[in-house]
């Protein structure tokens, strides 16, 4: 049976955007490496202190579990949280590495895999801790913006993260309503029991006590992954003697986050992840060659700490696998 011209045009479009984003990947990277400071590169792997260093990355071990937790509370069902601890840090490693939030795709697999959980379930809990995760963001990012001062101009930001923070609030509710619309729908009658199931679970999931409880554990999450990042960050900037604070940090690094919430990525984020971090410390009197090279320096010490967590867990998920 000849091929259809749609899968041809599908398999020729493949390697080509594949392609497109390797060099743009590839040209993120000249741009960075051209505009770093060695020395400081040199001067941190030499007088780092240890000891921060390694809080820092327990710290940032802590939120893994945490959000294993609110995989917990999000779903409602009593799974193991070695298991799900597992699945976050392999989860986090491709969503790390993959372009687009390809990566996303590993959690609803991998917990359909080894737990049987309904994709219904799995994708409202993937939604919804993404929605959560903007929210907190939003939050620390406001707060932040406050505290470390603003310029006139700035002032508008404070009217439209609120405003965009009310949206996502809202958003679940009013996906679950078209959800339900679309399935009431004749031409959606293969899918209808799919999509009321989805329907229900956003509904059932972001409501009452289970909302609650995963919404703080999402400020959680990022209070401790800020504290960490803040560690990280001094040990960086100690030598140029930037003065550093909690809540520059959150300020910094908050744009750059939110690359790693929105499906934006490059391949490992190299390019997207820093251009956030480089224009807010640029703002906040950072030097131009610094803001380039902390900015790389801590997204290669995060890929390395996400690879840490999430290599061992690609070696134990198969074992789990053959003791069930």
């Known amino acids: 049976m000849a091929p259809t011209q749609d899968t041809t045009n599908h398999k020729k479009k493949g390697p080509i955007l594949s392609g497109l984003v390797i060099l743009i990947t590839i040209l993120f990277l000249g741009i960075i490496l051209s505009q770093a400071d060695y020395r400081l590169v040199r001067s941190f792997f030499l007088k780092a202190s240890l000891a921060p260093l390694l809080l820092a990355f327990l710290l940032y071990s802590l939120t893994y579990i945490l959000r294993a937790w609110r995989w917990r509370e999000l779903m409602g069902l009593p799974l193991p949280t070695p298991s799900l601890f597992h699945i976050v ?49 939003g939050l620390f990012f406001i707060t932040a913006l406050g505290i470390v ?77 800020f504290l960490a990042f803040f560690l990280l960050i001094r ?17 910094g690094t908050s744009a750059s986050e939110l690359t790693t919430v929105l499906p934006i990525h490059s391949i490992g984020g190299i390019g997207t992840y820093e251009a956030g971090w480089i224009g807010a410390f640029i703002l906040m009197g950072m030097s131009r060659k610094t ?34």
Not at 95 to 110: D, S, Y
Not at 203 to 222: D, E, F, V, Y
Not at 235 to 251: A, D, H, R
């Open 89 to 137: 840090c392999l989860h986090t490693l491709a969503n790390n590495l993959f372009p687009f939030r390809t990566g996303e795709l590993t959690f609803p697999l991998f917990i359909k895999r080894f737990h049987n959980v309904d994709l219904s379930s799995s994708l409202s809990s993937l939604l919804l801790a993404r929605v959560s995760d903007m929210l907190a963001l």
């Open 149 to 225: 001062g603003l310029h006139r101009e700035e002032t508008a930001v404070l009217l439209m993260v609120p405003l965009f923070m009310l949206i996502l609030i809202l958003s679940p509710g009013a996906l679950a309503k078209i959800l339900s619309t679309i399935a009431s729908l004749p031409i959606a009658q293969k899918r209808a029991s799919s999509l009321e199931g989805l329907s229900s679970e956003l509904r059932s999931q972001w409501r009452g006590a289970r909302a609650i409880k995963a919404n703080l554990l999402t400020i959680l999450i990022w209070g401790i992954k």
């Open 235 to 251: 040990e960086m900037t100690k030598s140029v003697g930037f003065p550093l604070t909690y809540w520059k940090v959150i300020l």
């Open 291 to 324: 803001a380039f090279t902390t900015a790389f320096l801590f997204h290669l010490t995060l890929l390395f700490a996400s690879a840490v967590l999430g290599l061992p867990s690609y070696l134990v998920i198969p074992l789990r696998e053959r003791r069930g």
